[in-house]
């Protein structure tokens, strides 16, 4: 009869269906625990168990118990990679919304979110980074409220990534949104996105420019080769050709692990976009190379560039900026798709190169004997890197990210 209920089978109450829909992806949560068996998770869980107890031994016995640091080299791993390489890295979102909401680029659009989402996802766990990374986490609000000095760097690269990471929160949430079916919450995200994205463009072109101006407080400190009143302003330039191919470097691993969460009509024009995305990275990079060259003229250290010192930077300055420039160009021309998203990759790991010569490497360059890092720091960096990597997968397997939800079509952003 109708309405009778199975033997054996017992009714889901709202709660449990909400739970089996939006979190388990409309699996049972058996179902689910069997899909998690996978050499990816597993690999994962691996890393996890050794790494956690590593953050909490940091906590537990002090800083001293897992990084090299000391009052000679200040600046760690954690820093390096976390502050450092990750704030250029995740420069994606500020592009990408600049590109479609401010200069009209609309057929980038397909990429928004995803930049968004990078960005974001990129911004919190650098702020995870410094929570492990400071002496005192608790005390990470005190440059911000407590000692009030509009004249330190530090004051404005807290205030400036503390606002930004908010915006970036509000730039994604009509993905949350839209995942939680909530249409007037969205609807009034979406009214505030031209707002958003302009406060978001100001605040990233501060405060990628004050990660550098950090290096301009200690001359002596720097290698001459890279210290140069120009820093700030290579910074944000660096920011935009690392943003730019970390969006290839994205929409190329999802759509290779993760197609089915990509919409279908995004196929067609994927390619294009990272034909423009490299062309605008190549002009990006020669900008670039410019100013690296007249940073040297300015500190005159012409003569430097015959010493070890100068073979890395120069290794650096053609290997990962000049020789990028030139392959995204080639590639653009004979429209070598492939091409663009290996030189991309490469950019990627020019620009973490950089950081971490700059923050561990070339500030360290009057020791003779100096520890860029040890097995328990990067076993925690590697930690950190595999919970970020899970973050991002959840998200984008759960939420409007790559595609669009049919439910809200036509009602724009």
Known sequence: MKGEILEGVRPQNPIELWINEKIFMGMTLSEYRKRLFTPFHIICALILIV??????LRYVNGLGAVTHASQDQ?????????????????ATGFLMASAVYLFGLKEYKPLVRPAILTGFVGYAFAVIYLLIDLGRPWRLPYPMFYSFGPGSVLFLVAWHVALYLSVQFLEFSP????????????????RITIGATIFGVILSTLHQSALGALFLLAPGKLHPLWYTPYLPVLFFVSAIFAGLSMVIVESTLVYRFLRDKVDPKHYESIGQLTLGLGKAASFTLFTYFCLKVLGVAHSHSW?????????????????????PCFFFLHAVRNQNVSLVRFTAFLTVIGIACNRLTVSLLASSWRFADVEIFNGKEFTIVLTVITIEILVYRWIVNRMPVHREDPKFLGDGH
């Open 51 to 56: 790494g956690v107890p590593l953050i909490l």
């Open 74 to 90: 200040p600046f760690g791993l954690f820093l390096g990679w976390g502050l450092f390489t990750g704030v250029p890295l995740s």
């Open 175 to 190: 993905a949350i949104f839209e995942w939680l079916e909530t249409k007037k919450l969205r609807a009034w995200v979406i």
């Open 303 to 323: 003569h430097l560039l015959g010493t070890a010192w100068g073979s890395w930077f120069l290794l650096e300055m053609f290997g990962f900026v000049l020789l």
